[in-house]
């Protein structure tokens, strides 16, 4: 192994411990936990981030059209005129030049950038609170999912039970043979659903692994579940609250301001543009003969577009036509936030509804199940009871399971359309430990390649790389931090879970 490989080693193990890698064990997973590795390990999270960064990129670059301008020239000439020998020269000039007026174009294009900024910011935060919400559907789509099963098994033993029962009862003489048959098809038709929800359960712990960015094979234990929360907010405050929070329509709002300020540099064609311009320079002269000179030079300049065909006309009408467009797109956008939590909450209302109406159901098809199975058995039964039952049974667990997280789900809807921000510790992980894994994953990379090439190599000259780089104190002082960086991580995300 060469010495940078063997330094880094120390970084790949450190990076396949925050990477949560697969360990041969499973993964105990809370909610809160898998809220906070989403927020730090998303992809679609890290591409939006970078639309930050373009923002950023943009106003730099508008400011600098704004300032001191500084260009270098240097030129060679020859001339010949008829009568005279040929003349050969060469020119030399430093020049700063910065805008005076333009009719507030650089300033408002200014402005427009720090709104993008802005924009950029909100529409980080609302990918950070929408994957939010994407996390908690997903959690407990797939805790939903797997208490199904545990509802779909328990048919398929309570019809293994009754087929042997029923074959019991046959093979006494006590029942017909169509019972045995028919008792045969539910069962199977019990274990196709119980396929499926297991299928469905699956699918659903996929798709959570995709959001948290983990191993897609990593085995989960979903440790939090459904706790009843009552929400008391009434629905016209939800909606008061989200037209003064939600990050996307504050995010239209800055988009309004930058049409309008588009208008206004639109306008700037009709005014003059005034810039000032200096600097030094110098001329010499070699043939015919030899000479040279050296002078500064300043002024003021004035361009003036008296006629341009109607282009400053046209440009303006668009840019006024876009101001108009983004004010009903606010508009727009209010209306579906309006009519996005009525939906949200009206479901949530519903689903409370529906557990509360069915929290004594359960008990009640567990008692009558036992009297229609323990009256078949005693013969003052028959066959269409047990199913009917049994059924009714599954029904109604299943009922109430949909109705726990149906309220669940869409009482994360109406906080999601409210624009209810993140806690601190979801911010701290959307923050800071996103830099950090985006460091981890991107020095993985690189010890990924490192090791390629090791393993290339025999395993003598590795070995004696190895040694060498143990010699080195800066290779040692570079795995020194990585593991401290390692356990310090490794104690923070302990003790926020």
Known sequence: MNGKGHGKLALLLAGAFLWNLPTGSCMDLSLQDAINTALTQNTGLAITRQDEAAAAASLAQAKGNNGWKVTASDSLSTSKNEGS??????????????????????????????????????????????????????????????????????????????????????????????????????????????????????????????LLNIDRSEPLNLTSDFSYDQFAIPLEDCITYAFGHRRDLLADQYTLDQKELGVKIAKAGYQPDVSFSAGPSHSNTFNPSSDSSNGVDAGFSVSWNVFDSGVTKAKVKAAEVELETARLQLQKDQENVDLEIRQAYYNMREAEKRLNSTSDAVGQAEEDYFIAREKYRAGEGIMLDVIDAQLALSTAKLNYISAEYDYARYKAEVENGMGISLSDLEKQAAGEEAVLHYEMSKRAAEDASDMTEVTQTSNSDAMQAADAAVQQSEQEARRAAAEAASAKVASEMAQSR
């Open 85 to 210: 020998d040929r003349k050969d020269s060469n020119s030399v000039n430093l020049r700063g030049s910065l805008p005076i007026f333009n009719g507030g174009a650089n300033k408002n294009t200014i402005k427009q950038n720090e709104y993008g900024v802005k924009k950029a910011e909100l529409s980080t935060g609302r990918s950070q609170e929408d994957l939010k919400l994407d996390v908690i559907k997903a959690y407990y789509n797939a805790l939903e999912a797997r208490k199904t099963i545990d509802v779909n098994q328990e048919s398929v033993d309570n019809y293994t039970a009754h087929y042997t029962n029923v074959q019991q009862l046959f093979s006494a003489g006590s029942t017909a043979k169509i019972d045995v048959l028919r008792s045969s098809v539910e069962l199977s038709n019990a274990r196709q659903t119980l396929i499926k929800s297991q299928n469905a359960y699956e699918v659903d712990l996929a798709t959570l692994r995709n």
